[in-house]
């Protein structure tokens, strides 16, 4: 393994920021009220702008000459390193939601600590972020009381999609070897700090959406290590198309 | 019919028109059906280069297309909203615009097949629409007025960001992205020119458009500016228009150009456009697939507000 | 353009083939019923059988060492020379079926008249095909006779598919120069011929299923100079990327 | 009692039991137990590999893993027949399988993430199940073990066409196809030797069904054979098996192997696997979108009754 532990570490922050991107880009032009048309470009537009920072920093880490480009664009599935959870389908307008509370609540305590990390680069990445994610879990959060407490239907679909999504939470937690020393290096962030905040968080929202909140049973991982599910090959397929399909061109 | 001579005399004063002054019917009627259309126009205009957004060459382009989309949303809201001030809902509109009774601007029936068309459509799909809007600035309808310079101004960001993406393509593309340049320009360039409406002798709605200042100029005499500013810009990038009969008149100093197939014209308009069937049914999806969406988001609504009215009529007591 | 008709007419009939066997094959484990995963199944490898033959055939004539592969995996959609109709969505069951009624009720005549091609090579191909494509045909057939005089809702949902469908028919019957220099020359078929009996056929379809001919409005055509419809750029995204993202690897 | 012994000794007699001849409930039960698995197994095995048809990187490929596919589907036919011939309809068999009640094998609730997979699939999941088969094809009950023949015939198609697209990548391939193919050992290996069930000393089932010779090996026999076929051709291939403790006994002949995470079998069997929640989505939306379908198709066969019945009673007059 030739990656330094700052390089893996910054692109997972990157691909995680991009692969829900794409996802949310997904909706644009298909929301259910114009308004979600702009909002959901937002939240698309700020991660596609947090993945292009992190990319940037780490080809900058590598120092092989890889631009943010060459890190999205040319790598096949097995060479992401986004967790499970951002890369699941879009589902309908609850799945979205839900995945991207679960996705921000975390993300937004996780950049305010990493907006302290000792590597200045990323420190100052994360403190942008910050403000964005805070909106993103505004959103997502009043969208989900609105879909919990709204009508049974969607209720109903709610629930279900926070059923299905929670057992990719865990994931959010996971460190390992790569993680422990960037942590331990005040680098990185030690997600299982952010998780008291996490869990109130999330808690008090479906506790005003009506939600009952899942148990923690097994929960999947993978993504990490580049074990992926199906869906993220379809999501590259689309997303690389053009850079593979006329290499070297630039656009 | 006094009125009648008062509100034209303001009108011709160039006193802008607001929602609470008296107005004639015909002008009412006239604004809701434009403002409608335009608006219709930038949501069904969001589906030919949503089209790209997944498939975006560059991170960067990736960006600016979705934010680019977004706008066009934008756009449809603010002017929604203007339209709701000569009172009909944004409900009403989308259901016209859903049962076919009004419009949307017919280029958007055509497809996007390459990502040169994201460069077209911003180069040439928003510089004419532009050419059409900027008068629109002036509208004697202040509302429309409004919405139209906030818009015109994104536009031209618009308008310059899709040229970038042509001068990337032309200028320092390899040959296949000249030719993928070329190949989306001769789709687009006779569609461009039909944005401007049917020719002077054929169109309806000039006349009293334009004493009722709604409108300042002409289809064929905006169309022509159009044509006069965009044959350099393509001669820069070094495209062929598709039309043999394109030459500078060096008296007049206007590009002149060939006959318009005006038959494609009034049959993309009445329904028969390459991707018409296609952009309903995105429209029709999006708002039936929305519905239990909206009807959680009102009932929450009722709920808190019920909740609200509760507490307080506890702590009135 | 250095293409000689012969080359451009093989892999037009090599697109239609491709294309349509891909939006078939999508259906593989989708079925509505079991017996369908196989005979939709069997549908698709007919159809990619005949692509493959014919793709062989026009890297031959082409004579320029393209293989099968080259010419279905390393052409963009601009290149591709297939009929709008195959590269239709999926959509319901009903439109895969009905899509699949209008092309075959087409192709099993054509074939037949392609199988007395003074050009053997397509003669043979066609001659194969033509077994393949009556089964296609009666196999659609009931299906649209099955939804059309079945319940309400299938009913409703194959007229529906029919007149969604009828615009792109009458690019079935389109002739350029390149394909009347062939039909002189007695390689190519003359559609026009074909279509007494494809009329005739489908009449004889809806009659039975209850269906209403739409009228011949304005038909849509581009396909054959490479103007498609934006469905086509996503197969391709789907159908290329392996040969894309891995160039020059053999499989 | 007596019936029981009678049926006995012609089972020992490797005679074979066929639908109308008397059988203990205990055997039928088992059976269609059995079978409704297997033939769940089939249907539900379209799917790992009906990821890669629209993917599937030559045309030669994409015919052979389609047609591969749909043999999967008419093996989940046979069976479902064969199941029926103990009198339970394919319907309700699907129906225990939507609701969980009736299992598949989970195998089948791993995700296949590279066209490598398809090569692994073949070469292993198959070869495991040829292993897990071929007994069956002189399995006691007369409409299973000819199912069985038909589909172990097909199976080892499979795994040879399996094994040579591992061939290709492996001994053909680029350096980056071989790390494909070694990617996918790594992840599949494991699960495919939980294919042959819990080891002996954990088996439920295993005593009856020998006896009844339904079953004719244990499941660590089975996973034994399978292990010592399969880590040579993996040897030839050039790769490296996930498991440190591999090792050939010299004097049993045998490739010795480590310890199985039999949590992780139970946890992937209870519903936990990477894929389970999806696997169950696909076959509840097919079923489910099909249902208008089937609804035509009956409404359609009685309509059709009914005119010929009509057509025969005035025929008759």
């Not at chain 1, 880490?61 to 699941?88: H, M, P």
């Not at chain 1, 679960?102 to 302290?116: G, I, V």
């Not at chain 2, 960001?161 to 001769?186: F, H, S, W």
């Not at chain 2, 991707?275 to 909206?294: L, P």
Request: aromatic share 10%.
């Amino acid at each position: 393994m030739t990656e330094t532990p700052l390089f893996a570490y910054t692109l997972r922050l990157a691909d995680n920021a991009l692969i829900l991107g794409h996802r949310v880009s997904e909706w644009v032009g298909h929301a259910p009220v114009l308004e979600e048309d702009l909002a959901l470009g937002n939240l698309a537009l700020d991660l596609i702008g947090q993945a292009r920072s992190f990319y940037t920093y780490a080809g900058e880490i590598e120092g092989k000459g890889r631009d943010e480009d060459a890190l999205a664009y040319l790598r096949d599935a097995g060479g992401y390193r986004n967790i499970l959870l951002v890369e699941q389908p879009n589902g309908d307008f609850a799945q979205t939601i839900v995945r991207h509370l679960l996705y921000s609540a975390f993300a937004h305590p996780y950049f305010e600590a990493l907006a302290r990390s000792k590597d200045e680069t990323l420190a100052a990445i994360a403190a942008k972020a910050v403000k964005e994610m805070a909106y993103h879990v505004r959103h997502t959060a009043e969208w989900t009381i609105r879909l919990g407490d709204g009508t049974d239907e969607s209720h109903r679909r709610a629930q279900s999609a926070l059923d299905e999504l929670w057992p990719f939470t865990g994931e959010l937690f996971e460190t390992d070897q790569v993680e422990r020393a960037l942590i331990d290096a005040g680098i990185a962030v030690d997600p299982l700090n952010i998780r008291a905040r996490w869990s109130k968080m999330l808690d008090e929202v479906f506790d005003e959406a009506t939600l009952v909140r899942p148990s923690d049973g097994y929960m999947q991982s993978g993504g990490r290590s580049g074990r992926h599910s199906e869906h993220l090959g379809y999501v590259l397929t689309e997303l690389q198309f053009l850079q593979r399909t006329y290499p070297g061109a630039k656009w | 019919p006094v009125r009648e001579a008062r509100f034209q005399a303001r009108v011709d004063a160039e006193e802008k028109i607001e929602p609470n002054d008296w107005m004639p019917e015909g002008y009412r009627k006239t604004l809701v059906r434009q403002i409608a259309q335009h608006a219709h126009s930038e949501i069904v205009g969001m589906h030919p280069e949503g089209n790209w957004i997944t498939r975006a060459p560059s991170l960067k382009r990736k960006a600016a297309l979705l934010a680019k989309v977004q706008d066009e949303g934008g756009h449809g809201a603010y002017l929604y909203a203007a339209a709701e001030t000569l009172g009909v809902s944004r409900e009403e509109l989308v259901e016209q615009l859903l049962n076919g009774k009004q419009k949307y601007s017919s280029i958007f029936n055509y497809p996007t097949l390459s990502w040169a068309d994201m460069g077209i459509i911003g180069w040439l799909v928003d510089g004419a629409a532009i050419m059409n809007q900027i008068p629109l600035c002036r509208c004697s309808y202040g509302p429309y007025a409004r919405a139209m310079i906030r818009i015109c101004k994104e536009e031209s960001f618009h308008q310059r960001q899709g040229y970038e993406i042509m001068v990337t393509l032309c200028r320092d593309g390899t040959p296949e992205q000249k030719a993928m340049a070329q190949e989306a320009l001769n789709r687009w360039w006779w569609p461009v020119l039909m944005m401007f409406g049917p020719s002077d002798k054929d169109s309806q709605h000039t006349d009293k458009s334009m004493r009722w200042k709604i409108k300042r100029f002409t289809n064929d005499e905006l169309r022509q500016k159009f044509v006069d500013a965009t044959v350099p810009q393509g001669h820069y990038l070094g495209l062929t228009f598709p039309d043999a009969d394109l030459k500078l008149n060096e008296e007049t100093g206007h590009w002149e150009f060939g006959e318009i197939d005006w038959a494609e014209f009034k049959r993309v308009i009445a329904g028969d456009g390459p991707c018409n069937r296609q952009r309903m049914k995105q429209r029709k999806d999006a708002t039936e697939n929305g519905v239990w969406v909206r009807e959680a988001a009102l009932a929450y609504a009722e709920k808190r507000k019920a909740r609200r009215d509760a507490a307080m009529r506890i702590a009135a007591e």
